[in-house]
């Protein structure tokens, strides 16, 4: 791995002719210090939005030592690359193999579900075990985030209590969770979730140990900058704090982008300008799926080494491939005088966005350089976050 000062260092230095993919360690583990020490119970990583081996000891090197895993491979992945972190196999629809492997092979005790007939594969596959933790996902609003989860999973509040009791039958600890939808903008999506995990436990009378309030925790992109995290914690503390669960209940979540985003940039070439739109030499199919797809924006700027004075105009992108599809409308904020052969720097791509590359069309290599600069934006101030912890210790529920 090649180590840089800079973005700028990697775009003079190298001249790369494929995009390159910077990395920024330094960033993952500032956001993993604050979830791990700010957030007011226990911080799960969804390995989902960046399965690098290199992030997710970065992460664990930082305090976080839970992981939330949706498929037999994340297991597996995560297993090899940590053997002493604790996995959860967070994704409600599951294969028995996968069940089956991840409980005896792995020793993922941790399972969630949001319907009896995963509960019965689960109960099957590990052979009637005692020592499981089922969390039962609850089906929530997607209102306040800007990419809804709540069409697939979750449990109708109505079915609910038929689920928790039968669910409480088979595990060792019950938990309840939920996912409120990804790049939540308001720490009340959270709070109204809560309401109805309330409503869950009084209907269905059971004994909860684990609330789980899953992930969506924002990252900061152009036009969309949230409220401080620690507004999100204090909200989501008091609403637990008034559940009807024991003293000894336990709080967890699970961010994937919001520990990852700042993790990695992407520094792309101009290969070509059309008016206002750039031919850049990344796009929909690789490390830009959101762009393209989602309309999502992110941050971008020139790489030059002299000062630049032109205007700033709206652009939009053009990746590689030979498909129409490969478009990025932005709009991207960048000088009037930009042209071909020109680097640009798109940041804020560590989550969902390496993590989606293809190989189609050829365009699929990647360089990977570790840079030592900041993230193009930032939702942890450094005098926020505490010094970084020496050791690591697995905490064993208590
Ligand atoms: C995707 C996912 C997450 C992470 O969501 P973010 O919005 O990236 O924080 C957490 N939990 C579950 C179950 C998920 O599917």
Known sequence: ??????????????????????????????????????????????????????LI?????????????????EVRLVARTLPQAKLCFMHPVKAEEAIREAYFQHGVRTFSLDSMEELEKIV???????????????????????????AKFGCELADARELLQAARQAADALGICFHVGSQAMAPHAYTQAIERVRAAIVDASVTVDIVDV????????????????????????????????SYSAELWCEPGRAL?????????????????????????????????????????????????????????????????????AGPFMLPADIRAGDYIE?????AYGAAMRTDFNG??????????????????????VPAPRVSNVVQLRG
């Open 1 to 54: 791995m090649y180590k840089h000062h800079s973005a700028l260092g990697v775009a003079l230095s190298l001249k790369p002719a494929a995009p390159v993919t910077l990395i920024r360690p330094q960033a993952a583990a500032r956001a993993a210090r604050f979830f791990s020490q700010r957030f007011p119970g226990r911080s799960l990583y969804a390995v989902k939005a960046n399965p690098s081996p290199e």
């Open 57 to 73: 000891r970065t992460l664990w090197a930082a305090g976080i030592t839970h992981f939330d895993v949706a498929s037999i491979a």
């Open 124 to 150: 099957h596959a590990t052979r009637g075990a005692e020592d499981l933790e089922l969390c039962v996902r609850l089906r929530v609003s997607s209102e306040h985030s800007k990419l809804s989860l709540a």
């Open 214 to 245: 899953g992930g969506g925790f924002p990252s900061s992109y152009p036009g969309m900058e949230p409220p401080p995290l620690e507004h999100y914690f204090q909200a989501i503390h008091r609403a637990f704090e008034s559940l009807p669960i």
């Open 260 to 328: 990852c985003a700042e993790y990695s940039s992407l520094v792309v070439r101009v290969e070509r300008r059309r008016g206002n739109e750039l031919y850049i030499n990344d796009g929909a199919y690789g490390a830009l799926f959101d762009a393209a797809h989602l309309d999502w924006r992110f941050p971008v700027q020139l790489l030059r080494a002299e000062a630049n004075e032109a205007d700033i105009e709206a652009f939009s992108f053009y990746g590689p491939t030979c498909d129409d599809m490969d478009h990025m």
């Open 346 to 350: 798109i940041g804020m791509l560590g």
């Open 363 to 384: 365009f699929g290599a990647e360089t990977v350089c570790e840079v030592a600069d900041e993230p193009m934006a930032s939702l942890y101030r450094e005098d926020d």
